[in-house]
T-cell receptor
Framework: GAVVSQHPSWVICKSGTSVKIECRSLDFQATTMFWYRQFPKQSLMLMAT?????????EQGVEKDKFLINHASLTLSTLTVTSAHPEDSSFYICSASSRGTNSYEQYFGPGTRLTVT | GENVEQHPSTLSVQEGDSAVIKCTYS??????FPWYKQELGKGPQLIID?????GEKKDQRIAVTLNKTAKHFSLHITETQPEDSAVYFCAALTNQFYFGTGTSLTVIP
């Protein structure tokens, strides 16, 4: 149980275009989803937290208009990188959590490697 | 906010030996401490976790200990195998998850 998928697993796009990454919880309802960015050999950097049906909360320094997050259902969240530039190239990872009385667990997707040329 | 420090950053052990990774945290309100294993090119996988009302938890070759007074928790892997080689992250939960900087573990056959 507790499987989170991401699509695509890798994507190459040209500078100036937009890219959408999907994150799905396959066997549980995710009340909260998180989006992280990870640079090579570094830890995870939280970009934003999204709760189903409400606007995402972005971390300081993360551009809301550039990284659009939608959490339309309890099983799907999307991250859209708008007008991508080479510096946006990174490993993007989502995670999903079902916060209940006895559940704090956070389950990660396999990540999406974005390369902007 | 919370500050999580993790040591060592790299660790090499012989197959069969034990490996210990330590993390400290600063916010006494943190109440949940998971450990994740991340293989190259993949997302982190939860391997074990502990809550603040427990001092130790074990799952086969993996164990985690928590010292709330000292604000530190550790991951113990016994009888290490080459497939244990990966990057391990600790985390602490308050209002959000705060991650350590990672430990690259290499198990030498």
């Amino acid at each position: 149980g507790a499987v989170v998928s991401q699509h695509p697993s890798w994507v190459i796009c040209k500078s100036g275009t937009s890219v959408k990454i999907e994150c799905r919880s396959l066997d549980f309802q995710a009340t909260t989803m998180f989006w992280y960015r990870q640079f090579p050999k570094q830890s995870l950097m939280l970009m934003a937290t999204s709760n189903e049906g409400s606007k995402a909360t972005y971390e300081q320094g993360v551009e809301k208009d550039k990284f659009l997050i939608n959490h339309a259902s309890l099983t799907l969240s999307t991250l859209t990188v708008t007008s991508a530039h080479p510096e946006d190239s990174s490993f993007y990872i989502c995670s999903a959590s079902s916060r209940g009385t006895n559940s704090y667990e956070q389950y990660f997707g396999p990540g999406t490697r974005l390369t902007v040329t | 906010g919370e500050n999580v420090e993790q040591h060592p950053s790299t660790l090499s052990v012989q197959e069969g030996d034990s490996a210990v990774i330590k993390c400290t945290y600063s916010d006494s309100a943190s109440n949940y401490f998971p450990w994740y294993k991340q293989e190259l090119g993949k997302g982190p996988q939860l391997i074990i976790d502990i809550r603040s009302n427990v001092g130790e938890k074990k799952d086969q070759r993996i164990a985690v200990t928590l010292n709330k007074t000292a604000k530190h928790f550790s991951l113990h892997i016994t009888e290490t195998q080459p497939e244990d080689s990966a990057v391990y992250f600790c985390a602490a939960l308050t209002n959000q998850f705060y991650f350590g900087t990672g430990t690259s573990l290499t198990v030498i056959p």
